[in-house]
């Protein structure tokens, strides 16, 4: 009798302990969930108020990008120590502008995110054509935008990625 209690309270103990691992798991995917999205706003914020974003080829977060070019947010850099990753390195993202603690007093890691503008599609390089409600078409511009949110726990990252469409007037 007193062994199947011990069976009993043993199995309790790690069902509880398993069950609180999975809630801090749970919790530190929404949160980095949370940061990536804030991220994203942030970036496309930026992209449509800003009227000559990427007129030449850029780094700190900022690239255009050919049809041949690997996707900056997969680049990895060989150096001295080994092969980096384009997410660990400072001057080739852009940071998040505002405090993660803000969000949530656990968080320590600021949100980072890259931003690439990529060729404007041969069927829509049509001249002048109408935009209803705004003029003249002059250019499309498309963006990809990559962000990277980290969790409490520093174990989890949480990747998200937009495409945005800025339709320039005269």
Known sequence: ?????????????????LTQKMETNAEDTQ???????????????YIS?????????LNHGKYNVSDSDTPKWK??????????NVWETADAVLTYSQSVQDIDNRLR???VYIIEELPE?????IENSQVEGHGLRERMELYR??????????ELDRYLQSNYTRIVTK
Do not use: C, H, W
């Open 75 to 84: 680049v990895v850099t060989g150096t001295q120590s080994g092969n980096q």
């Open 31 to 45: 949160l980095a969930g949370i940061l990536a999205e804030s991220s994203l706003q942030e970036a496309e914020s």
């Open 1 to 17: 009798m007193m062994a199947l209690l011990m069976v009993i309270g043993i199995s309790a103990y790690r069902m509880t302990n």
């Open 49 to 57: 108020t800003d009227n000559a974003i990427l007129t030449t080829k």
């Open 121 to 125: 599609p041969e069927q829509f390089k």
């Open 145 to 154: 935008i990559t962000a990277k949110g980290t969790g409490p726990s520093q």
């Open 109 to 111: 890691t600021t949100p």
